[in-house]
T-cell receptor, first 108, second 116 residues
Framework: GQQVQQSPASLVLQEGENAELQCNFSTSLNSMQWFYQRPGGSLVSLFYNPSGTKHSGRLTSTTVIKERRSSLHISSSQTTDSGTYLC??????????FGDGTQLVVKP | GALVYQYPRRTICKSGTSMRMECQAVGFQATSVAWYRQSPQKTFELIALSTVNSAIKYEQNFTQEKFPISHPNLSFSSMTVLNAYLEDRGLYLCGARDWDSNQAPLFGEGTRLSVL
């Protein structure tokens, strides 16, 4: 959506490389959420991150409100990390808008 | 734990007919429920947001006449796609949250609609 710009649209890595996914938003937010979308379409919530940095295994999410950006860092990528990653911006009026997604391919 | 169930998971309807999909919140109170659609090759679009004791708010390009929503209690919501056509196919997602907690919204696994 226009409120959220996600980049890159696609990313190809060799196994072991790191990935940096970005979301920039054009409006104030309540929170940012990162998802992995399974091939069947359902969403796996990775982070609910209103601000600051959060870690989960090889994943790190950083949201900087005043710079209107959030990032998802995947370290030491594995082939099983391949798939679609989505960020979602929650605005002050409780509406959530999704980015267009990053298609990640990790090659063995 | 808190979960959101959606059903059916997959459905097919003939062009011009209607399809109702349901969303059930388990383990928490769904004070607000949002419905989204992901059309093929696109991201999720917000259709409408329903908050208990408030009017349902539809986004631009989506109307109550086309996507009527019911949110009768704190555990259930349904949405109907009326007169479905090819452009209505996609994955419909329900997201619910409890405003008395600081938890993130929870999403169901979606209802995938195909239109013949």
């Amino acid at each position: 959506g226009q409120q959220v710009q996600q980049s890159p649209a696609s990313l190809v890595l060799q196994e072991g490389e790191n990935a940096e996914l970005q979301c920039n938003f054009s409006t104030s937010l309540n929170s940012m959420q990162w998802f992995y979308q399974r091939p069947g379409g359902s969403l796996v919530s990775l982070f609910y991150n209103p601000s600051g940095t959060k870690h989960s295994g090889r994943l790190t999410s950083t949201t900087v409100i005043k710079e209107r950006r959030s990032s998802l860092h995947i370290s030491s990528s594995q082939t099983t990390d391949s798939g679609t990653y989505l960020c979602a911006l929650e605005m002050g009026n409780n509406r959530i808008f999704f980015g267009d997604g990053t298609q990640l391919v990790v090659k063995p | 734990g808190a979960l959101v169930y959606q059903y059916p998971r997959r459905t097919i309807c003939k062009s011009g007919t209607s399809m109702r999909m349901e969303c059930q919140a388990v383990g928490f109170q769904a004070t607000s429920v949002a419905w989204y659609r992901q059309s093929p090759q696109k991201t999720f679009e917000l259709i409408a947001l329903s908050t208990v004791n408030s009017a349902i708010k539809y986004e631009q390009n989506f109307t109550q006449e086309k996507f009527p929503i019911s949110h009768p209690n704190l555990s259930f919501s349904s949405m109907t796609v009326l007169n479905a056509y090819l452009e209505d196919r996609g994955l419909y997602l329900c997201g619910a949250r409890d405003w008395d907690s600081n938890q993130a919204p929870l999403f169901g696994e979606g209802t995938r609609l195909s239109v013949l």
